[in-house]
């Protein structure tokens, strides 16, 4: 007796040590993703298309956190069944089975569809959008004169952008994300979930988990996104290398480019342990080596993971992008370096041309 006293002591100590965990952070994620967007309204020089997509990164984040709370609540819920049962027909429902809340388990099963390469299609879109733009912000050509005369303390002005850039990157993933998930309501098609220890939910037999629906979705919410990101970072990268030799190398467009980077990676490697259950499926099948780290990484550990790292955004935005952290209008220290070196080239080159003409005209006389 006393044996299984103390198993179920710890037991019940680790399921609420996790539960506490999870409040804990998930506090943290939605503190510091809600400052995001003070930071950006804050600043106008964050309104454009980059610092808008950012925000949309949050919102996923903190509906990420939604969606854990939700499974831990429920998994929480399923350990008392008398609660449940209280209110259903049956009395020998396993509730932890997909068919015993189909419904419940399709909105679940979708919305961790969507929300999964929601995001992988946002980054992919923004590293898109940072290949297709200019390596550096545009500078002013306007004189130290003009700046004083339209009341600017600095030659720099916020970043211009046609409405529809914005527009496309914010819309696109999403209506992208959904049109891949339809499918998982339509055809009642859902997945395991589990946010705790023991504690899975909506099971569902092996031909339903690792079916050709969910293969489809991991092709086309995770790998081709993870290439698109992999290749236009390696050509950010050389561009950049090429803009360091002949330009100005510093800018607040490098950062961003060094933030995508930052968030990728690590997104990238999680998203891949989610999936490790059905790669090793696959690769059974075509009768290939498993990776065999299914072990090492349990898939609530890979989930509690991915919510946690909803503080990513913040934390490298913070400490890479300065003008988040200033809470007021005011550029990048870097680009107002740019734009200062410009202005003394500027006037370097005015005082030449104006020694050349006096002396030109001397001469004339």
């Not at 992919?124 to 009341?151: C, D, E, F, H, I």
């Not at 946690?308 to 952290?325: D, R, T």
């Amino acid at each position: 007796m006393n044996g299984r006293y103390d198993q179920y002591n710890m037991t019940f100590g680790l399921e609420w040590a996790w539960v506490g965990g999870y409040t804990t952070l998930s506090s943290l994620v939605v503190i510091f993703n809600l400052l995001l967007f003070f930071s950006v309204l804050r600043n106008k020089f964050l309104h454009y298309s980059f610092h808008y997509v950012v925000l949309a990164l949050s919102i996923r984040n903190l509906c990420q956190v939604c969606l854990t709370l939700w499974l831990v609540f429920l998994a929480k819920l399923v350990q008392l069944p008398w609660l449940l049962q209280a209110t259903m027909s049956s009395d020998d429902l396993d509730l932890t089975q997909s068919t015993s809340m189909p419904l419940m388990c399709q909105i679940l099963s979708m919305s961790d569809h969507f929300l999964m390469t929601t995001l992988m299609i946002y980054l992919a879109s923004l590293s898109v959008y940072l290949l297709s733009r200019k390596p550096n912000p545009p500078l002013s050509t306007m004189s130290q004169t003009t700046w004083k005369l339209y009341g600017l303390n600095t030659g720099l002005v916020p970043v211009k952008e046609k409405w529809w850039v914005s527009f496309l990157l914010l819309l696109l993933p999403p209506v992208l994300s959904a049109l891949l998930c339809l499918p998982a309501p339509l055809l009642y098609i859902t997945h395991p979930l589990i946010a705790l220890p023991g504690g899975s939910l909506c099971n569902v037999p092996d031909t339903i988990q690792f079916n050709t629906y969910h293969l489809s979705v991991a092709i086309l919410g995770f790998c081709v996104p993870v290439l698109v990101i992999f290749f236009i970072l390696i050509a950010l990268s050389i561009r950049r290398c090429i803009t360091c030799v002949y330009g100005s190398c510093a800018s607040s467009f490098c950062k961003e480019e060094v933030s995508l980077s930052l968030l990728s990676l690590p997104y990238i490697v999680i998203h891949l342990t989610l999936y490790l259950p059905l790669l090793d499926h696959y690769l059974d099948k075509l009768q290939l080596p498993q990776l065999g780290l299914q072990s090492h990484v349990a898939p609530e550990v890979a989930r509690a993971v991915e919510t946690v790292m909803g503080l990513l955004l913040p934390a490298v935005l913070y400490s890479l992008l300065p003008a988040y952290s200033r809470f007021s209008s005011e550029p990048d220290g870097t680009d107002m370096k740019r734009s200062q070196t410009n202005m003394d080239n500027m006037t370097h080159s005015r005082r030449i041309s104006e020694a050349s003409l006096a002396i030109s005209s001397g001469g004339c006389a």
